[in-house]
T-cell receptor
């Protein structure tokens, strides 16, 4: 069955700490992967996406993610978080030729000033 | 223009009311989506329209009725809702058709926060 797992449900960090949020997927065939962020009271915004090619993907606001096919993972990283990164982060997967996203359950990040 | 707009931002309705949510995009996308999102949960897909035809209905109760009058507009008609239907309703759009991966990126609107009394 297709699924996306985010094992960190709540993460609390101090400003300037490094961030890594886990995302593992189970998906048959070619997979496309996304990280979305939802700031408090705001809509989902795309942070970055992986379709093919370089497995290290750079996104907006200093975020990056690495696609590791052998580990079925697409972890999100940021070297130094800011208070403004406080938000909910969702990993999502889909495949070519389908409209359906499979979302992870989300990780709530709180950054302490 | 890479924006998906939704109106209204907030809606409060009684269980006997009929109301509609509206979504609009001008990116030339031919796939449009309705999602329901409860607090602290990921979005749940409700409907997908592709080229103005209903492509996916995720077994949504008939009190939710989608409509796609043209390639830029998507409506969600609401009737006889229950309090448990209170949620954030998100609209999204993407390119449609083919197997190119770039077609899969969905652009989300800000949502309508619905409260059913």
């Amino acid at each position: 069955a297709q699924s996306v797992s985010q094992h960190n449900h709540h993460v609390i960090l101090s400003e300037a700490a490094s961030l890594e949020l886990g995302c593992n997927y189970s998906y048959g065939g070619t997979v496309n992967l996304f990280w979305y962020v939802q700031y408090p009271g705001q809509h989902l915004q795309l942070l970055l996406k992986y379709f093919s090619g370089d497995p290290l993907v750079k996104g907006i606001k200093g975020f990056e993610a690495e696609f590791i096919k052998s580990k079925f993972s697409f972890n999100l990283r940021k070297p130094s978080v800011q208070w403004s990164d406080t938000a909910e982060y969702f990993c999502a997967a889909t495949g070519s030729g389908t409209y359906k996203y499979i979302f992870g359950t989300g990780t709530r990040l709180k950054v302490l000033a | 223009d890479t924006e998906v707009t939704q109106t209204p931002k907030h809606l409060v309705m009684g269980m006997t009311n009929k109301k509609s949510l509206k979504c609009e995009q001008h990116m030339g996308h031919r796939a449009m989506y309705w999602y329901k999102q409860k607090a602290k949960k990921p979005p749940e897909l409700m409907f997908v329209y592709s080229y103005e035809k209903l492509s996916i209905n995720e077994s949504v109760p008939s009190r939710f009725s989608p409509e796609c009058p043209n390639s830029s507009l998507l409506n969600l008609h609401l009737h006889a809702l229950q309090p448990e239907d209170s949620a954030l309703y998100l609209c999204a759009s993407s390119q449609a058709g083919g197997t190119l991966s770039s077609y899969n990126e969905q652009f989300f609107g800000p949502g309508t926060r619905l409260t059913v009394l």
